[in-house]
């Protein structure tokens, strides 16, 4: 996952870059496969390193991630003291679109896409499990719009912004404007992002459905090496070993 760079620091200014997934916590031996991804602690160790910054530029180009680690993400930037200003560079889908929420300032181009969504999880159990897990699912789908409406156009009312939750939706700058108190800038030149989410995106626009590959690494054996933890931590044997570790991973958390 790697620590988050500051590509620019001038004493008053910096710069901070979600352009891969988001997880919710920083993986350790897992991070020289995904250099792009980012955690809570990773957020964490850019802002302990500003000294005197008064002003962030967050630059979004992600397919989402983990509920808990964005949302944690999301705390953390606006308990920060600086002036915030997200750019949205080509997409912030999912979990990222709630971190977009956490600027004073929110830019989208017109040709960049932010998409809106209910949250999901992968759960092993029987029906009281699964009952409960509704509820978890249920509570973080309200702190989600909780969010969104702190940048909502007067009149718009929280029937409106779940409404387009439960019913994914993907809309590029011209058209959240509609919605949010947002700016429209000029189209990005960012290019496509890759995501190990998009797979999982029912509307997903056409040009979009990148998936990330680590490279360098023996992926069967990243996910063979999990699936024997998994093993361990149920009990018993899973039925089914995914391909890639990254898929085999959401099995721990929550995603949107």
Known sequence: ????????????????????????????????????????????????????????????????????????????????????????????????????????????????????????????????????????????????????????KEGITPEQINALIDAETWKNGEEWQEYFDIEISEKSSAAACASSYFDRYANLPAGLGGKKEPEGTDVEKIAEAVARRLEGKFGEPRHETKSKSAEILEDLDYFV
């Open 1 to 152: 996952m790697g620590s988050i760079e500051i590509r620019n620091n001038t004493g008053e200014a910096a710069d901070l870059y979600f352009f891969g997934d988001i997880n919710s916590e920083s993986l350790g031996e897992w991070q020289k496969y995904y250099p792009d991804d980012k955690a809570p602690k990773d957020v964490q160790d850019f802002l302990d390193q500003l000294d005197g910054v008064d002003r962030i530029n967050v630059h979004i180009n992600s397919g989402g991630g983990s509920v808990f680690g964005g949302i944690a993400i999301y705390n953390i930037l606006k308990r920060h003291s600086a002036e915030i200003t997200v750019y949205v560079e080509g997409i912030a889908a999912s979990i990222a679109s709630v971190i977009a929420m956490a600027g004073d300032k929110i830019i989208i181009p017109s040709n960049a896409q932010m998409m809106i969504h209910k949250p999901s999880s992968i759960t092993w159990g029987n029906a009281d499990d699964m009952r409960k897990e509704a509820d978890v699912l249920d509570g973080c789908q309200k702190v989600i719009l909780n969010t969104y409406m702190q940048h909502v």
